[in-house]
């Protein structure tokens, strides 16, 4: 789907955009290509720059409740600095690499209700408007299906997926926000924990795997949050037994209670060695340029709450799809995506 746009800030006449982007969701890291059509206006003009901005439906937590906002979390300048003559069309082909931790919106072709887009961004005489937007969809990573298959085929069961504004402590994180993963768990957990919440950080050399567990309470003592990280690489996707592996990882963190409130450092670090804890909603700062709106309120939350276990296909090769995720079909996605960012548009843009 294309939200093709006339730019209003250059007029009535002013030239149009639309960007087509090649079919098929891009894994992260991979290549994002497509084609930027520009039809001329009523008169010449200077087509000074060309950009696309990767943006994301990102909740933020506050002393007074949640909010949520447009983050911009990478920035491309794909052409300019030529003439569109009156009534001309003109095209201009892309090809640019995503971040390696943008989020994961679909798996194996079901979306997760996560919001992305791609929007594009003209700047004529000194005048810059937003254009066109397009839904941007992203598949996992081979390391992370692998993980998400055996977690689907350990029984865990998808219950939700949200971007979260801020940093994890203690890891490489890149981006002003990450992403989290919510899971019923397996039967064989299910008297120990209430969920399972994770992230992956992929950097070009394999990724960190944060995984948290609300623990249930005893009788006599209230529930627990246990939180550690492991390290793999992209070359170990064929050379590991994953079930165990994963399951292994959920042995480990549901028998351990993590502490909080320090920094581990990036890499191999013994997650459970005396101080490594690794603390959510620490310091919010990136080196990217976030543009965080937080007037949105939290009227998308219906649909992030998925209806459980039951949208979840955990057996065989399916693993974690799902075929509706808290209430979006894949179709109501694309919608949300225009009607989420065209939103934030009309309450005055973003912060640059």
Avoid: C
């Avoid at 084609?35 to 002393?63: F, K, M, N, W, Y």
């Avoid at 000194?126 to 066109?132: L, N, S, V």
């Avoid at 039967?187 to 399972?196: F, G, L, R, T």
């Avoid at 804890?277 to 709450?305: I, M, P, Q, W």
């Amino acid at each position: 789907m294309v939200f093709k746009r006339l730019l209003g800030a250059m007029g009535a006449g002013g030239p149009s955009v639309d960007t087509v982007l090649d079919g098929g969701a891009v894994a992260p890291g991979g290549i994002l290509s497509g084609q930027v059509h520009l039809q001329g206006g009523s008169a010449d003009v200077e087509i000074e720059h060309i950009g696309l901005d990767l943006i994301a439906r990102v909740e933020a937590e506050h002393e007074d409740g949640e909010s949520e906002g447009a983050v911009v979390f990478e920035r491309f300048t794909v052409g300019g600095g030529f003439r569109l003559a009156e009534q001309e069309r003109h095209s201009v082909p892309f090809s640019v690499s995503l971040p390696w931790e943008t989020p994961v919106s679909e798996l194996y072709g079901q979306p997760l209700g996560i919001v992305l887009g791609v929007r594009t961004e003209l700047a004529v005489a000194g005048a810059r408007d937003k254009g066109d937007l397009d839904p941007l969809a992203v598949r996992p990573l081979p390391v992370q299906e692998a993980v998400l298959e055996a977690l689907g085929q350990l029984g865990f069961g998808f219950k939700s997926a949200d971007l979260e504004h801020g940093h994890i402590g203690g890891t490489g994180q890149q981006l002003p926000f990450y992403q989290e993963i919510e899971l019923t768990p397996a039967p064989q957990y299910a008297h120990v924990v209430n969920e399972i919440e994770l992230t992956f950080l992929a950097t070009p050399a394999g990724m960190e795997i944060v995984l948290e567990a609300d623990k249930r309470g005893g009788l006599f003592e209230p529930g627990q949050d246990a939180l550690t990280r492991f390290t793999v690489s992209h070359h170990d996707v064929g050379a590991r037994d994953w079930n165990s592996e994963v399951d292994g990882w959920i042995r480990q963190l549901v028998e351990h209670r993590a502490s909080y409130g320090s920094h581990a450092t990036y890499g191999h670090a013994d997650p459970y060695a005396a101080g490594s804890g690794y603390g959510h909603h620490s310091a919010h700062g990136s080196s990217h340029a976030s543009a965080y709106e937080s007037g949105h309120g939290s009227g998308h939350e219906g649909h992030r709450s998925g209806p459980g276990l039951g949208t979840a296909v955990a057996a065989g090769a399916a693993g974690l799809a799902v075929g509706v995720v808290g209430g979006l079909v894949a179709a109501e996605v694309v919608d949300e995506v225009g009607d989420f960012f065209e939103g934030d548009d009309d309450e005055g843009g973003e912060e640059d």
